[in-house]
């Protein structure tokens, strides 16, 4: 299965963008997860799945990628402008909208 190189997207628990600005490479898994009959624990016998290797930049990734013989997926990310809004702003004078209370 191939990797997956991708800038991973800000939480929806978080405002800021921290954690945002490197690029991720993931091993897909080779096997598919097996029930342990005895725990019943969801387990895989692949250990690269688990492995989550973290870049400075798209580049960095793509060249481990291809100096390690590792066949990936990129996975371009959208950026988004960001908003420009205080709590201020719902009661500003010339605000559009009126009040609905």
Do not use: C
Not at 7 to 33: C, F, N
Not at 53 to 76: P, W
Request: glycine content about 6%; cysteine-free.
């Amino acid at each position: 299965m191939p990797a997956h190189i991708f800038k991973p997207a800000k939480s929806a628990m978080q405002s800021g963008t921290a954690g945002t600005d490197e690029w991720v490479l993931d091993h897909q898994p080779a096997s598919p997860l097996e029930i342990d009959p005895l725990m019943g624990w969801t387990s895989t016998r692949d250990m690269s799945a688990q492995v989550s290797l973290t870049f400075a930049s798209k580049d960095d990734a793509i060249a481990y990628a291809e100096r390690n013989g590792i066949a990936y997926v990129l996975s371009e990310s959208q950026v988004r402008k960001p908003v420009r809004k205080s709590y201020s702003d719902n009661f500003k004078f010339g605000r559009i909208g009126s009040w609905t209370h």
